[in-house]
């Protein structure tokens, strides 16, 4: 145990104590006064407690779970996705919770990691030969359909995103040849045109392929003027980063966030919180320590001296850029506003579980990946 104990990747568990301290911050500025005060406390003894479960999963050897285990997760986690359209709590319109007593589980998140894990184990087969499209890549993409299409029906269009970001970077990784890439990247730019066409030119029908509050998200994206009531969260977010200037308004200080002008700051929005109370450059350390999370992620994915870790460290790195991306983007008006929480600093059981527990396979992946496996 001491000498699993010196291999673990001392940079990363630095950087996620800077992030429970900036979160743990941000949300008690985010909720004092407020009837969530004393949120950040709660957040805090979960980050601890996280902590536990990480460090027990970087310890076991993560070629066993992808062996033995990758399958039985991503049955059980299609399973919960199933029950969650049955059973589950219909909260701000979305019925993504599964009621456990007192905690609010969110199944979609943590079924992001047994994708991978499953993706993982389908790509091992091929050690890095290109991907074939019948055989490799189909499979795989009906892999991480099945839960995308279960978590549209919530309806959650932010993490089904995450999704399709976690394929893409493993295929990529997974050697996927050029002349699909080409068609791959040719079939979105035309779906994208066709939705711009249509957004443009035929808004009737448009609005019977998606739901209404999305079809709001998209007007209020490309024309936030024509709708002020559906582009309120949007314009303050804008305004408050903005007024931030480059050393922030002060802890505690933000006008915006103290006044309650930034809905759900304590949650998704809480980049808000950063940027108008610690500026640009709250805001610039917030993502150089992001940059250097990431990193670390590449070097341990670089150095494995085996593939299926170098796959799981990819699809979690994957997860994380396009959730970190797509946050900061549409509190900054450059992307849709979508339900998605800010790695590591929103407020979120099943989110922050789903991340640690990411970190705790991407440890075991430096851990392990240069030991014999038996």
Known sequence: MKRLASRLDGTILLILICFMIISTLAIHSATTGTKYEGLHVNHFVMYIVLFIPMLAISFLDYRGIVRHCSIILYALGIGLLVLVHFKGMNLNGSTRWISMGPIQFQPSELVKIFVILLVAKMLKRRNGEPLRILQDMVPIMIVTLIPVLLILKQPDLGTSIVYFGILAGLLWMGNMRWIHVIIGSATMAVLAASLACLYMFNHEWLSKMIKLHQMARIQAFVDPASDPNHSWHVLNSIRAVGTGDVFGKGYRQGDMVQNGFIPYDYADSIFVVIGEEFGF????????????????????????????????????????????????????????????????????????????????????????SFQPYS
């Open 281 to 368: 450059l709250g805001s610039a350390l917030l993502l150089l320590l992001y940059f250097l999370l990431i990193y670390r992620m590449v070097r341990i994915a670089s150095e494995s001296s085996d593939v299926s870790g170098t796959y799981i460290v990819v699809g979690i790195m994957s997860m994380f850029v396009l959730q970190i991306f797509e946050n900061i983007a549409m509190h900054l008006g450059l992307m849709p506003l979508t339900g998605i929480a800010l790695p590591f600093i929103s407020y979120g059981g099943s989110s922050l579980l789903t991340n640690m527990a990411a970190i705790g396979l991407v440890l075991s992946v430096r851990i392990h």
